[in-house]
């Protein structure tokens, strides 16, 4: 249990706060402006860490829709996160907790808690200032040991959600001293039909701002282009901040030029000098330099990867692109991710799919789109094209070759049929037993056992464990992997009596994780089993990039 608010807190700690609010309209990219100074910050030689704030009532996200918010991003510890998380990992190279997601339900349900308990005594329990002194605990704990803390809040200005949090931080700033804490608005500067960027949203959004007691010290302005010096002007008189407080955050390709870009503008060097932290900034002549080399390397080569999953939206699968990204970024190769339908597979998505040079099913819940994912997983087994399964990826090519090649008829997962004469795909014996509701979900950071000289091994340059996170309830059912690897399929890591990772010996790249690698994969560190992959379909193709 997470402790209670720290009464012996001392703000000369020293150690630095960025809110970042957001105005106009949500989807701005926030998250990515915050992440991305975070990186320059990191960069410079600050211990940098991110708290991600959701306004909502859900305690977590693992029980929404991708559909509408995008992947459920997973922590070593467990916890299931939004995906601005997984950004704040991959651009800050730090693994977060349950901690660093602050959610409404999360505040609530452990006020409430206590209030059940009788630790308010007697004293009436309200938003102020016992919700707001919560939300200050928990950044508070986020922050430990870090140099600075980025503090995102989800929604936008006005939002009635968002209120108390904005309390909370106003308050926050008045504990903390002065120069540790600095407000960053991150705003929309659209442009009119005759092409002038117009500041009036973002004056509003900024009196919004002020009205509730907050005044940002800088504005970052999202626009199709840089900022005019006249826009920037005008910003800066009616938000009343200095023109050199703002900032342009123009529409990049590719959202890892988002640090490079708000450099050139020179909103670290900003945030530095505000916060006091420039004296002990390394010069920035030593500053690291890998996120650039990362960004700026041209590709030389091209594949196409076939990504067959039933949501037609790509931040529902973000983390195996950017890991895709990630092992693209390792070897040279840019990789274009096609989007194939399992729902449908209709002609088109077929000859998507088989147009490919390599195959990768996602995780999923439900029976919707499971049959185009075995048919996809059919196809690469059959037709020896590099296939990396993940999760129900992995399920589901373990009910392939227990029906085409075991000839287990009508083999399937109990979570999809669970009347299937031959449920390969099963709770565990001691999860029915023991958990009601049919068995909860194995979680977050487990150890895998790679069996040597297979290509798992290979694939995780001969370690003998592989720690990576999990989120599944289902497992191959013990009573037919004899079978199963009777006829072939090799089951080469494990965990105990959960079988971890599959392949296939006949076939030039067949392997499947229970687990999903995609979380851990950054840029600079990219994933092994997506390495692998990548590798195997450079063997066989490889297609000219276009200048
Ligand atoms: N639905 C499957 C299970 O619960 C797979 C989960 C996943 O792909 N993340 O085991």
Request: proline content about 5%; aromatic content about 8%.
């Amino acid at each position: 249990m997470p402790t209670e608010p720290d009464t012996d807190y001392d703000p000369s700690l020293g150690r630095k706060f960025i809110f970042v609010t957001g105005g106009v309209m949500s989807g701005l990219g926030k998250g990515i402006t915050a992440a991305s100074t975070g990186r320059l910050l990191k960069n410079a030689g600050f211990d940098v860490t991110a708290v991600k704030i959701d306004p909502y009532l859900n305690v977590d996200a693992g029980t929404m829709n991708p559909y509408q918010h995008g992947e459920v991003y997973v922590l070593k510890d467990g916890g299931e996160v939004d995906l601005d998380l997984g950004n704040y990992e991959r651009f800050l190279g730090v693994d977060m907790t349950s901690t660093h997601n602050v959610t409404t339900g999360k505040t609530y349900q452990h006020v409430i808690e206590k209030e059940r308990a009788g630790d308010y005594l007697g004293k009436t329990v309200q938003i102020i200032p016992h919700v707001t002194d919560d939300i200050k605990r928990r950044i508070r704990e986020a922050a430990e040991g870090t140099d600075v803390c980025l503090v995102e809040v989800g929604g936008t200005v006005g939002d009635i959600e968002g209120m108390p949090y904005l309390e909370a931080l106003r308050q926050f700033a008045h504990e903390e001293n002065e120069e540790d804490v600095l407000f960053t608005h991150v705003t929309l500067v659209p442009y009119s039909k005759n092409g002038e960027q117009k500041t009036k949203p973002t004056q509003h959004s900024i009196k919004e701002l002020r009205s509730i007691g907050l005044q940002p010290d800088i504005v970052v302005g999202r626009c199709d282009d840089r900022l005019e010096p006249e826009t920037k002007e005008k910003i800066a008189l009616f938000g009343d901040v200095p023109t050199e407080a703002v900032f342009s955050n123009p529409d990049v390709e590719d959202i890892y030029e988002v640090p490079l870009m708000v450099e050139s503008e020179g909103l670290d060097e900003y945030v530095m000098e505000r916060l006091g932290l420039a004296g002990e900034a390394l010069p920035a002549g030593e500053r690291k330099n890998e996120w650039r080399e990362l960004v700026t390397q041209e590709a030389d080569r091209k594949i196409d990867v076939a990504l067959v999953g039933k949501y037609a939206l790509e931040d529902a699968y973000l983390s195996i692109h950017e890991a895709l990204k990630h092992a693209g970024l390792e070897r040279n190769v840019e990789v274009n991710v096609r989007w194939v339908d399992s729902d449908e597979m209709a002609a088109a998505h077929k000859e998507r799919l088989t147009g490919a040079d390599g195959i990768v099913v996602p995780g999923g819940f439900g029976s919707r789109g499971t049959r185009g994912k075995l048919e996809a997983v059919r196809y690469a087994r059959e037709e020896g094209v590099p296939y990396l399964g993940l999760c129900l990826g992995f399920q589901m090519a373990v009910v392939d070759y227990a029906r085409h090649v075991c000839e287990l008829a009508d083999a399937h997962s109990t979570e999809i049929d669970p009347d299937t004469a031959h449920p390969v795909i099963d709770l565990l014996p001691e999860q029915y037993e023991t958990e009601d509701m049919g068995g909860t979900m194995r979680l977050g950071a487990h150890d895998t056992d790679i069996q040597p000289g297979t290509l798992a091994s290979e694939v995780y340059g001969g370690a003998k464990v592989c720690t990576e996170r999990h989120r599944h309830r289902y497992e191959v059912n013990p009573e037919y992997i004899q079978q199963l690897e009777a006829e072939g399929l090799a089951f080469s890591g494990r965990a105990k009596n959960r079988m971890e990772i599959l392949e296939l010996e006949d076939h030039p790249f067949f392997l499947g994780t229970q687990f999903h690698p995609e979380f851990r994969s950054r840029p600079g560190r990219a994933s092994p089993p997506f390495v692998g992959f990548v590798d195997a379909v450079l063997e066989r193709t490889t297609r000219e990039v276009e200048a």
